[in-house]
């Protein structure tokens, strides 16, 4: 079975903070993904990458950072972390192997809470 | 207007139900996923599918590329069935990318 895991279940920091969010996958996927999801507007994309050392902006990339330094780990970062940043995280990842569809594989979130 | 519309957004039944939420889409796709959030957070595959109809367990999802609409079914459904359930369009050809419908909330009361 795929396993995703994050960091951290639940996070809460102070305005002004950096805060970084660790996502870990085990099945060599090349594929990995960061959501956050809010009330009334679902899961939205924040950053992704494709490989190693490769990023691509999602949806919302403002105020966040991310970080590829090895497959199997992918960081996202706030650099000055704000209150409209509180939210619930959600790391996915996906492969490209034929017969996949690309499905992705979610961690179980981390909620932040920024005061 | 959303790419990707779930019906109904809110959906109450009881047990025993045969439970049906649907997701239609205006993309271009290669392949729709159905995913489960419990309360908690944590999000569950539970298809991905880009033609026909796939079945595990009670659960059975299909999908017409034509009339681009996807179901996923419930059958005999059960209290531990209450969950947030979730569609998402992986657009186009080689897409990495999911577009998100907005979830149907379904409670299924004893």
């Known amino acids: 079975d795929v396993k995703v895991t994050q960091s951290s279940r639940y996070l809460v920091k102070r305005t002004g903070e950096k805060v970084f969010l660790e996502c870990v996958q085990d099945?060599?996927?090349?594929?990995m993904f960061w959501y956050r999801q809010d009330p009334g507007l679902g899961l939205r994309l924040i950053y992704f990458?494709?490989?190693?050392?490769?990023?691509e902006k999602g949806d919302i990339p403002e105020g966040y950072s991310v970080s590829r330094e090895k497959k199997e780990r992918f960081s996202l970062i706030l650099e000055s972390a704000s209150t409209n940043q509180t939210s619930m995280y959600l790391c996915?990842?996906?492969?490209?192997?034929?017969?996949?569809?690309?499905?992705?594989?979610f961690g179980p979130g981390t909620r932040l809470t920024v005061l | 207007k959303n790419e990707v519309e779930q019906s109904p957004q809110n959906l109450t039944a009881q047990e025993g139900e045969f439970i049906t939420i649907n997701c239609s889409y205006s993309?271009?796709?290669?392949?729709l996923h159905w995913l489960q959030q419990h309360p908690g957070g944590g999000i569950v595959s539970l298809f991905m599918l880009s033609s026909g109809k796939k079945k595990h367990g009670r659960l059975i999802a299909t999908i017409n590329i034509q009339e681009k609409h996807s179901s996923l079914h419930i059958t005999a459904s059960h209290p531990r069935d209450s969950a947030v359930y979730i569609c998402a369009a992986l657009e186009g050809q080689g897409a990495q990318k999911l577009v998100f419908g907005q979830g149907t909330r379904l409670t299924i009361n004893p």
């Open positions: 099945m060599d996927h090349e594929n």
């Open positions: 990458s494709y490989d190693v050392k490769m990023k």
């Open positions: 993309v271009g796709i290669s392949a």
């Open positions: 996915a990842s996906s492969t490209d192997r034929t017969g996949s569809y690309n499905e992705q594989f």
